[in-house]
């Protein structure tokens, strides 16, 4: 067995023959609230790595530069070997989780422009939020790369609104993370998933009913699996009917 070059909350990583690639393994634990709250979730790995795969591979056709390479089996992603900036880019839509905690703005409120935050990649930390002086202060990425990560972000944020509004989800808010290359190439990396995305089913006015994401497992709401695979279903079945767009 190959020893792993890494293991996160939710991703275990392993070397190559090539140096420039890297296995990914999705794992089925799932945390929430920076690692205080930790559970299972039955088929999550596969279903994370099905949607992550699908979005990144139909991204590049849009033009964004990823890290996906192919998905050699249901939990596993091969992906160019990048290092990570420690930056969470989140994008906003609709106010929810933490922006509705820490402003007082009701969840739900259509936000007037996507908002983009940066969050230190630090759990010791907590993730804390940043100003632009303090990103500056920290230079974890030149500006230019910060202005390349904010253009990108935003391009990214057109794409999946409307691609998760054919699915007939809302994509409330979700969260990024860019690496460079061996080149300095900037590339989306990680994961787009219902763990790092806030995905409401349009079908639904409950508040609980139309959660699709991981707060169904923070919140308690039990059916965390089926709603999962729901986002997997809708998201395979408008990726093969691409061509009727
Ligand atoms: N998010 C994530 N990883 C993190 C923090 C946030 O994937 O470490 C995602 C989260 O799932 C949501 C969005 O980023 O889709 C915004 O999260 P928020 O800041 O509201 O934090 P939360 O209250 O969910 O912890």
């Not at 023959?17 to 205080?36: C, G, M, P, S, V």
């Not at 964004?64 to 249901?74: E, F, G, K, L, N």
């Not at 300095?184 to 990396?189: F, H, K, M, T």
Request: with cysteine; charged share 30%.
């Amino acid at each position: 067995m190959v020893e792993k070059l890494y293991e996160g909350k939710a991703k275990i990583l392993y070397p190559t023959n090539d140096a420039e690639i890297l296995l990914t393994y999705f794992k089925d634990d799932a945390t929430a609230f920076n690692a205080q709250k930790r559970g299972q979730i039955q088929g999550k790995g596969e279903i994370n790595c099905a949607i992550s795969a699908a979005l990144f591979e139909w991204l590049e056709t849009l033009g964004i530069s990823t890290h996906y390479v192919d998905r050699p089996a249901p939990n596993q992603m091969r992906v160019r070997a990048v290092k990570i900036i420690p930056i969470e880019v989140v994008v906003r839509n609709i106010a929810a989780g933490s922006l509705c905690k820490q402003t007082g703005l009701p969840e739900g409120k259509i936000l007037p422009f996507p908002l983009v935050e940066f969050y230190l990649k630090n759990d010791e930390l907590g993730d804390p939020l940043l100003t632009s002086d303090r990103l500056t202060i920290l230079a974890l990425a030149t500006p230019e790369q910060i202005e390349q990560i904010k253009f990108v972000t935003l391009k990214i944020n057109q794409h999946l609104s409307e691609f998760f509004d054919r699915c007939d989800i809302t994509l409330v808010d979700f969260k990024l993370e860019f690496g460079l290359d061996s080149q300095q190439r900037l590339l989306l990396a990680d994961e787009i998933s219902p763990d790092t995305c806030r995905l409401w089913d349009k079908a639904e006015s409950d508040i609980n009913a139309r959660v699709m994401d991981k707060d169904r497992f923070r919140r308690d709401l039990g059916e965390i699996e089926s709603a999962y695979q729901r986002v997997q279903q809708r998201v395979l079945e408008q990726i093969a009917r691409k061509g009727e767009w």
